[in-house]
């Protein structure tokens, strides 16, 4: 009897022991710990995998583009020794032109090999392919500053610029979070500042892939011939006609390229882009490159001094909307009074999907619009003059000399 009673016993026993373990505290701490520490790694490998996806594709993109039309243009004919299709930079600064080739052809293959790698969980634990993201955008630097320019001194001046944004930045990050204790961050902290560099990274990116290629071929094209005027073949048409215009333009262009890439280069880094963040240092690097690419864009679009002004007041015109707008809803607000939060937890994260889910939708529609309207304004349809005859001058656009009313219309 003893014995049946003892089996009899047993079972709940061992279910009573089973359920005081499971609910020790340490036990269920430890549990639970590893599932979540496991979760944050796949999370944080998922990150890593789509932000070296990111980075390559827009190296890829960049440079495939840059390597089949290179600055400087191609001979048009076989005369003077010179073979039509060939660079014609190769044969005027072969130096520069060989730096530019091959600092774009390593970015372009690179990234084509990171593509295909990306998908092994050893590499991005290790952080490989991180630094080969990094020396294609190194890469990029070199590639801009030999082929934007024509001169030795004007390359150092572009790349001093993404000297003076990374130097900016550090400072920045040391004067005024070095008392701060950067390790105490919160989840909820944490997933703000991944939030803010996923849109930092975002409008980088869109900075760099417009400006990498129109400051290699600028609006107005190039001389295809030297000439009695003085005009040299590879050189910009619209720096002999507009220099004050081009000056302008070339360097908003470099400057919004190279913050923009600087920025890059400090997004990738977990040790940098957090203090950044929280010191408001990236966004003004961010403001800088938006408002290079917007002078870059006033500039090259025109050949006017009234047209550049009337495209910074359409600029003015919709940040004054939207001020109206954000004005309108802050009153609309506070006449109502403080209102008082009835609803359950599921409603307002609701609420927060909807509005993430918006303004992931209205990011990539923003990027495409700009991303468009850039190339086609510094390049309208109708091709450009390529010669000083008839009244035309080089470089202006064909379709406003001969259809000015659909050449306004498209413009604005």
Not at 100 to 122: G, P, R
């Amino acid at each position: 009897m003893l014995q049946e009673a003892a089996e009899k016993l047993m079972l709940p026993s061992m279910w009573f022991a089973w359920l005081v373990l499971f609910l020790h505290p340490y036990f269920y701490r430890w549990l639970f710990l590893e599932e979540s520490a496991a979760q944050q790694d796949n999370k944080l490998l998922e990150k890593n995998r789509s932000l070296v996806m990111l980075l390559a594709t827009l190296v890829v993109s960049i440079t495939y583009a840059a390597g089949l039309d290179p600055p400087g243009g191609l001979w048009p004919d076989d005369r003077d020794g010179h073979k039509g299709g060939d660079p014609v930079l190769l044969a005027t600064h072969p130096t520069r032109y060989k730096v530019f080739f091959y600092s774009n052809s390593v970015a372009f293959v690179t990234s084509l090999v990171v593509i295909v790698m990306v998908q092994s969980t050893l590499l991005l634990q290790h952080h490989i392919l991180h630094a080969a993201m990094i020396l294609d955008l190194f890469g990029l630097i070199t590639a801009y500053a030999a082929g934007s320019g024509r001169d030795f001194t004007t390359s150092i001046y572009v790349v001093a610029l993404a000297g003076v944004v990374l130097v900016y930045v550090v400072i920045h990050i040391v004067f005024f979070t070095l008392e701060d204790n950067m390790d105490q961050v919160h989840q909820r902290d944490a997933d703000k500042l991944d939030k803010r560099r996923d849109m930092l990274l975002l409008l980088a990116i869109l900075a760099a892939t417009l400006t990498y290629q129109a400051g290699l071929t600028p609006p107005g094209g190039f001389w295809s011939a030297d000439d009695k005027f003085g005009h040299r073949a590879g050189f910009p048409v619209f720096l002999d006609n507009y220099p004050r215009r081009y000056s302008a333009f070339f360097y908003c262009n470099a400057a919004s390229f190279m913050a923009s890439v600087t920025l890059i280069v400090l997004l990738v880094n977990p040790t940098l882009y957090k203090p950044g963040i929280r010191c408001y240092a990236l966004y003004v690097c961010t403001v800088v490159s938006m408002f290079g690419l917007m002078g870059a864009y006033a500039a090259g679009s025109s050949r006017h001094l009234r047209t550049s002004i009337y495209v910074f007041t359409l600029v003015a015109a919709v940040f004054a909307f939207l001020t109206i707008q954000v004005v309108i809803f802050l009153m609309q607000n506070h006449r109502r009074g403080p209102t008082v939060n009835v609803s359950s937890g599921k409603v307002a994260s609701d609420t927060g999907t909807e509005e993430k889910n918006l303004r992931e939708y209205l990011m990539p529609i923003g990027v495409l619009a700009a991303s468009v309207t850039y190339q086609t304004g510094l390049k309208p349809p109708g091709g450009l003059w390529q010669d000083n005859n008839n009244g035309h001058t080089a470089g202006n656009s064909i379709l406003h000399d001969t259809d000015r009313g659909r050449y306004r219309a498209f413009f604005y």
